[in-house]
């Protein structure tokens, strides 16, 4: 699984980023992917991410 962030949609909230800082990481303001591809061990948590995403920036391909 893959997984990417809009960067034009995230606010910034770092919901994702405290869920799954394997994944995920603050830049500044925004939220980034540090890790594109999910680790197997990571899909059930970055899945809730995207459920938990205000914005709906998280996408998973």
């Given at each position: 699984m893959k997984v990417?962030?809009?960067a034009d949609?995230?606010?910034?909230?770092?919901?994702?980023?405290?869920?799954?800082?394997?994944?995920?990481?603050?830049?500044g303001?925004?939220?980034e992917v540090i890790t594109?591809?999910?680790p197997a061990d990571q899909e059930n948590a970055v899945k809730e991410s995207v459920s938990d995403c205000p914005a709906e920036a998280i996408i998973i391909e």
């Open positions: 990417k962030i809009d949609l995230c606010t910034g909230c770092a919901l994702c980023t405290d869920s799954v800082p394997e994944v995920f990481q603050m830049v303001d925004l939220a594109p591809v999910v």
